[in-house]
């Protein structure tokens, strides 16, 4: 049985850093696959993309 007069407990700072580590962990990886994303949109010319400099058989270079 719990005692309802105790105080509540307090927040760990250890969970608390935790939590904003994770927080700006998964902020800096969304800006890195929106990144990713737009080189994808930008070059992917609907088809087949190759590399500046590479020779494609299947078609011509972009660039």
Do not use: K, L
Not at 24 to 41: G, K, L, P, S, Y
Request: charged share 20%; hydrophobic share 25%.
């Amino acid at each position: 049985m719990t005692n309802p007069h105790a105080p509540a407990p307090q927040p760990d700072p250890a969970d608390e850093h935790e939590e904003q580590w994770r927080d700006e962990i998964t902020t800096a990886m969304t800006h890195v696959i929106r990144a990713c994303q737009d080189v994808v949109r930008e070059h992917s010319h609907h088809g087949r993309w190759t590399p500046q400099g590479t020779e494609a058989a299947s078609g011509p270079n972009h660039y």
